[in-house]
């Protein structure tokens, strides 16, 4: 037989082969599968002590934090504008948006107002609870438009909701942590950002997620009347490439390499000319209490707080004063400890938290670690159990290795190829996983024994042509009870049920691959194993 002729008469085993391989290159690469280019061959989750696998663990199996908190805010949506130009609708929002932040005397990004250009409608969102819902609407009546305390509704946005949402996870992803899920919930109407953590205690989840993350860079200088002013000069969105917490081997002090966007960068060059910063080099020595002097300090803020302050480099002053700096907008923002850095880039990489997390009414619960590596054993006590009872019975039923022994592997192979799929997406598994395990292992053996049994139903096949005539017979059994079972399991793989979900998931895939992959390949090893001809 040719090696073509060999593909075609055994595609199927071939393709469950290919798969079970791809599964185990995704489980035991070492390394990190996606996105992943460590010189030591590790993710930054990674050590050399637990890279035997890929596979991550959620909340129930590795220990650690879930926090359910509300999103602080008012929101009026579907404001109808009454412009005669569509493309006046971005400048007609700005104006509207600075009216309502001078009437509240919000701080900068406690107001927000999102444009739906379709519809020539907008949205205007305060992300504060100093406000009562008759003062939202009044400032917004200001900006002339008409609107009642009714209109204003509790919480924000679903776009700053899904902003939020990818916020928090590239902040934890920035912060090493693996296994860490976010997603929202409803409850009784209010909406819910749901954060899980792995190896995080409660205390230590509430200051990554307390933490908005605005980093701003204000000049404080002389005003020329013997006072200070603090000015603005750079803003996160000004920021573009982030580096990694360093420490300057000189003076010892920590820092964090940033990269100013073009314009930005001329803007700020510019404003540091003006304002006297290039021409007074390491004149700083900050006082907050202190609203006078002749200090010229860069402070680094986060969320309205300064982190540091020091005087501008005389290099940089040299290279900003001759109008060469902006050409790479490059410098350092400084940090006056080694943490306060990896928060300051982790902050800077992630992007600001658009709105606060209401912690006064947020629910949480930890698992520690120890009852989770219980679970753990406990689950693979419960599969080990359940292959053998399934394989003791297989075995008692058939009697013959060359029906039993297939089908039990072919059953088991589903479950290397969904935890193959597990570790490509860096799914974090948890114990609705686990049942969804189980569930796959139980409806695969049945769908198997389908097959078994419609082929042998008369005893020995010898005839090829009869064995593929039984095989489609079952194969369409299988395939109606398949789609009966993903059918049923969607609504509970799309609404946000929680563990509910993870097990809809796993069961839905297992499914698809066993339709799809094992079914058909364990069809023609029987076949080979059965037929003669």
């Keep these: 037989m040719s090696p ?29 599968v996606i996105g992943g280019d460590d010189e030591a061959g590790f993710s930054e989750n990674q050590t050399e002590d637990d890279t035997f696998h ?4 959620g909340l129930g199996l590795d220990g650690g934090t879930q926090i359910s908190a509300p999103v602080i805010g008012m929101t009026v949506e579907n404001i109808e504008l009454d412009l005669d130009d569509p493309e006046d609708l971005e400048e007609e929002a700005q104006s509207i948006q600075d009216t309502i932040g001078d009437e509240l005397g919000t701080e900068t990004g406690d107001l927000l107002v999102r444009t739906d250009a379709e519809h020539l409608e907008i949205s205007v969102e305060v992300f504060t609870d100093d406000y009562t819902a008759a003062e939202f609407a009044e ?14 509704r509790d919480g924000v946005t679903a776009e700053t909701r899904d902003d939020m949402e990818t916020t928090i996870e590239s902040r934890i ?21 749901v954060t899980e953590a792995p190896d995080m205690t409660d205390d230590e989840l509430r200051d990554l997620l307390e933490d908005r993350g605005v980093v701003e860079i204000v000049l404080h200088y002389p005003d020329g009347e013997g006072g200070q002013l603090n000015e603005t000069g750079l803003e996160q969105p000004d920021m573009g490439d982030i580096g990694s917490p360093s420490i300057d081997s000189e003076t010892g002090q920590h820092y964090v390499p940033v990269s100013v966007n073009p314009g930005a960068a001329e803007d700020y060059e510019a404003l540091m000319q003006e304002t006297g910063f290039t021409q007074n080099p390491g004149s700083c020595n900050y006082d907050a209490s202190d609203a006078e002097g002749s200090n010229y300090c860069l402070l680094t803020m986060v969320d309205g707080e300064v982190i540091d302050a020091h005087g501008i480099n005389p290099d940089l002053a040299q290279s900003m004063d001759t109008g060469d700096w902006s050409s790479s907008g490059n410098f350092r923002m400084m940090t006056p400890s080694q943490e306060e850095a990896q928060t300051l880039a982790i902050n800077l990489q992630a992007g600001e938290l658009r709105a606060p997390l209401n912690f006064d009414e947020a629910q949480s619960y930890t698992i520690s670690p120890a009852l989770a590596d219980q679970f753990k054993n406990y689950s693979l006590i419960i599969g080990a159990l359940a292959i053998l009872t399934v394989s003791g019975m297989v075995y008692l039923r058939y009697g013959d290795r ?6 039990i592997l072919t059953a088991l192979s589903e479950v290397l190829i969904l935890l193959g799929i597990a570790a490509l997406l860096r799914m974090p598994l948890d114990l609705s996983h686990v049942a969804g395990f189980i569930a796959v292992v139980g409806t695969g053996v049945d769908d198997l024994i389908i097959i078994a049994d419609e082929v042998l139903d008369d005893g020995e096949v010898n005839s090829r042509r009869v064995f593929e005539s039984r095989f489609r017979k079952a194969f369409w059994i299988i395939g109606a009870a398949a ?16 563990d ?34």
């Design 402 to 407: 060359r029906v039993a022994l297939p089908l």
């Design 483 to 498: 789609a009966t079972t993903i059918i049923a399991m969607s609504p509970l793989a799309v609404l946000s049920l929680g």
């Design 173 to 193: 992803n920035e912060a090493g942590l693996s296994g860490t899920s976010v997603s929202q919930a409803e409850m009784d109407g209010t909406f819910y950002i």
């Design 54 to 57: 890929n596979i991550q663990f």
């Design 139 to 152: 400032a917004i009546q200001a900006a002339g438009l008409e609107v009642s305390e009714d209109d204003v």
């Design 500 to 533: 509910l979900r993870g097990f809809a998931i796993i069961t839905i895939l297992g499914v698809l691959i066993g339709v799809l992959i094992t079914r058909p390949a364990y069809g023609d090893i029987l076949r080979r194993l059965m037929t003669d001809k």
């Design 4 to 32: 073509v002729d060999f593909i075609k008469a055994n595609w199927r085993v071939l393709l469950l082969a290919v798969f079970i391989s791809f599964s185990l290159f995704f489980m035991f690469y070492p390394g990190q």
